[in-house]
């Protein structure tokens, strides 16, 4: 049986079953708004498609922890069921190791990145104050992040995204530039291996998380989303590793608090050889 502390399995199969595809992100878009009016959370919708959220209310000098993950799905098949407003006929296998897996027959699942909105939803259900923003059009090059409302992050502290494949993965950087420096890993992420099993950092391409360094100068990570083989039409998702990421999430928030993480260098700061923090990870992480 699918045991889960930190997700709500309702939560977890309505989003999953919601079908999306770049550009008709409608039906999740829907989802997200009825959800955050019975949450109670503010909410509102730009121009671009793209949703925001925030949960309590900040003392003096405080800044929100913000969760972001992505709307859109590479999945083309899943058009007919947006068309038809049809659910996605989900499948749930348990696996030898305990562990289950949710994913669809013949055509690609969408956990890329449903998956992190599930763990972004959860972890503002589980905190008292957080903020979340979902993005639209992220497959196609990041362009609902690269047209946000800016000014909405002027009280967030840092950001953190759920657009990693597989569990025990995350980025150190994307596109070239560092999500966080040396001194933030060994200060605050380290310790995840440890107690969450996170030790596998790599160098990933472009996403939100690169969008929002750039544009917010705030340290941003972006972790496993607990999804397999995307943008394939095998893909499946792990709610047993989604949990835990949301575990992780929440520790994080406490382990951060509600503080603003300014990186020193921004915007634009190039990966280079000369960069004793970069050959630093390459060599960690041997990448």
Known sequence: MLELSHINKELLYKVL????????????Q?????????????????????????????????????????MDTVQD??????????H?????????????????EGFGLGGDDKAGIVIALSIMDNTPICKAVFFVEEEIGCRGSSNCELP???????????????GNCASWSCNGERLFDRSFYETHLEVLGEKFGLTKFVAHPYTDAYILRM?????CM???????????????????????ATAMGLYLIDRLGYKEYVLPFCPRYRLNEEDKDSEWFRNKFKQ
């Open 17 to 28: 079953a919601t079908p999306s595809f770049s550009e008709k992100e409608l039906r999740l």
């Open 30 to 70: 829907e989802f997200l708004m009825e959800y955050a009016s019975q949450k109670d959370y503010e909410c509102s919708i730009d121009d671009k498609g793209n949703i925001y959220m925030a949960k309590g209310k900040l003392s003096d000098g405080c800044f929100y922890p913000c969760v972001t993950a992505h």
């Open 77 to 86: 098949s899943q058009v007919v069921f947006i068309d038809k407003d049809e």
């Open 88 to 104: 996605l006929p989900l499948i749930t296998e348990s696996r030898e190791d305990g562990k289950h897996i949710i994913y669809t």
């Open 152 to 166: 909405w992050f002027k009280d967030a502290g840092y950001i953190m995204a759920f657009d990693s494949p597989e």
């Open 215 to 219: 544009d917010t100068c705030l340290a």
């Open 222 to 244: 972006n972790f496993g989303a607990g999804y397999y083989l995307y943008h394939t039409l095998n893909e499946y998702v792990v709610p047993e590793e989604m949990d835990n």
